[in-house]
């Protein structure tokens, strides 16, 4: 016997093979790990507790059991609601999530969170789920600036809805950071939607917040600067929300007009004179920072026409030698030492074209309403599949990434030029093009 309900799944007389299904290996800081079971087992063992977001997943492992669903039903959305002015190419995102009652959702960061968080708040209104019993509908965000960020645009969107920020003064839709949920009335919130684009580490720590809201349908939000597949979705993200039911792509959105096509430009970076060692990350970082290869960036950064931008990304330690080239007017510089203030002051001169280079840290990368920013230069050997990177609705973007065609061994790549290529066809299936120049001279977008 399956029961499903809101905040638990219980199985009876479960087998080996569910078991292993509800296991995850669990990485360490160090490169170790061990497997984590995610359940927990009666002292008998007749019996295992799991998460609801599994629901599919138990059933599929045991399909001769009967399942019993004790979940309060939901309304049925309002699917034209919902969709009140979210543009053609996020349909089916909304549509597929609002079937599918709750799961995972894959996105780019140009729909993100608010937007849909905006269409569900849309397809139920908060007197249909009082009905039900719970009336609210809470955003769960990454942090205080995200959640204010998230708010502020909510309440744009949603004129005629009563959206709070931080605390429990709104009788409808609530915004809060992870950390400060346990503030709200649990029992009286019906959905959740939450940002899942975390680590398995960070997302054990949230796993605690989401799990006390026991009758809420809840939605999480994988949101990369691409969306879509293949997303690092970690398996206690599916048990907290549910597994993947709905994605869209940054290629769509590029392919329906409301954002411009992305170019990777590959450039040959300069041979270094040492030798390099096997961890590819730490060898490419070090490489980074030679002085051949940070005048090749900074030769980029100063002939990048001020009027599209440019931005460079890296980690702390070549951002600090890369600052130390780079000053004067018109540089920004943002990683996380610079205070929540001062960031979002640089965001704001970033959108408004007021900063032609803008030198940052991967975490601190400028977010996508930098619009007027078109050409990005990746220092380390790291792709943005993952991370942000600028996009517009007009003109091209451009990626400025560095091949090491000079690693082979025995006629062979090395473990650079290996990595080289998997970066390739990640762009490949973000859909991408991908173009090889000889120098500086050739990016398409020098001046």
């Known amino acids: 016997m399956i029961r499903i309900g809101r905040g638990s799944i219980v199985v009876e007389y479960p087998s080996q093979e569910l078991m292993s299904g509800l296991s995850r290996f669990r990485h360490g800081s160090d490169g170790s790990g061990e497997y984590e079971e995610l359940y927990t087992l009666s002292r008998e063992h007749h019996s295992l507790v799991t998460m609801p977001g599994f629901a599919e997943r138990v059933i599929g492992l045991c399909p001769e059991d009967a399942v019993k669903d004790e979940r309060v039903p939901m309304p049925e959305p309002d699917v034209d609601k919902a969709l009140e002015g979210v543009d053609a190419v996020w349909h089916g995102v909304v549509k597929d999530a609002l079937s599918a009652g709750g799961g995972v959702v894959a996105i780019p960061e140009m729909f993100g969170i608010t937007g849909f968080a905006s269409a569900i708040a849309r397809a139920f209104h908060k007197d249909r789920l009082a009905e039900r019993g719970t009336p609210h509908l809470v955003v769960a965000a990454r942090d205080r600036e995200d959640a204010r960020r998230i708010c502020?645009?909510?309440?744009?969107?949603?004129?005629?809805?009563?959206?709070?920020?931080?605390?429990?003064?709104?009788?409808?839709?609530?915004?809060?950071?992870?950390?400060?949920?346990?503030?709200?009335?649990?029992?009286?919130?019906?959905?959740?939607?939450?940002?899942?684009?975390?680590?398995?580490?960070?997302?054990?720590?949230?796993?605690?917040?989401?799990?006390?809201?026991?009758?809420?349908?809840?939605?999480?939000?994988?949101?990369?600067?691409?969306?879509?597949?293949?997303?690092?979705?970690?398996?206690?993200?599916?048990?907290?929300?549910?597994?993947?039911?709905?994605?869209?792509?940054?290629?769509?959105?590029?392919?329906?007009?409301?954002?411009?096509?992305?170019?990777?430009?590959?450039?040959?970076?300069?041979?270094?004179?040492?030798?390099?060692?096997?961890?590819?990350?730490?060898?490419?970082?070090?490489?980074?920072?030679?002085?051949?290869?940070?005048?090749?960036?900074?030769?980029?950064?100063?002939?990048?026409?001020?009027?599209?931008?440019?931005?460079?990304?890296?980690?702390?330690?070549?951002?600090?030698?890369?600052?130390?080239?780079?000053?004067?007017p018109g540089v920004t510089v943002v990683n996380k030492r610079v205070p929540v203030k001062d960031l979002r002051i640089a965001f704001d001169n970033i959108a408004g074209g007021n900063s032609a280079i803008v030198l940052s840290t991967w975490e601190c990368f400028p977010p996508a309403t930098a619009q007027n920013v078109m050409v990005s230069v990746t220092c380390g050997g790291r792709e943005f599949a993952g991370n942000k990177f600028p996009w517009t609705n007009k003109g091209k973007v451009y990626l400025v990434d560095f091949s090491h065609d000079w690693d082979a061994h025995n006629g062979r790549p090395g473990m650079l030029a290996r990595n080289d290529e998997a970066r390739r066809r990640r762009y490949a299936e973000m859909g991408f093009s991908q173009i090889s120049v000889p120098d500086v001279d050739h990016l398409p977008f020098i001046g």
């Open 152 to 328: 502020f645009s909510m309440r744009k969107i949603l004129p005629d809805r009563n959206v709070g920020l931080g605390d429990c003064s709104s009788d409808d839709v609530l915004v809060a950071p992870y950390g400060s949920l346990d503030a709200y009335p649990m029992k009286e919130v019906g959905i959740l939607i939450g940002d899942v684009t975390f680590d398995e580490k960070s997302m054990v720590k949230r796993a605690r917040d989401i799990s006390v809201f026991r009758n809420a349908a809840r939605w999480g939000i994988y949101e990369t600067a691409c969306g879509g597949l293949p997303c690092e979705l970690d398996l206690a993200a599916e048990g907290l929300f549910g597994p993947l039911c709905s994605s869209a792509t940054y290629q769509n959105a590029a392919d329906a007009g409301i954002a411009a096509p992305v170019t990777v430009c590959w450039l040959k970076s300069p041979r270094p004179n040492a030798r390099w060692g096997s961890a590819p990350f730490k060898t490419l970082s070090s490489i980074a920072m030679c002085d051949a290869f940070l005048g090749v960036v900074n030769e980029i950064a100063r002939r990048t026409p001020g009027d599209i931008g440019c931005v460079v990304c890296s980690d702390d330690q070549i951002q600090k030698k890369i600052a130390d080239m780079i000053r004067g």
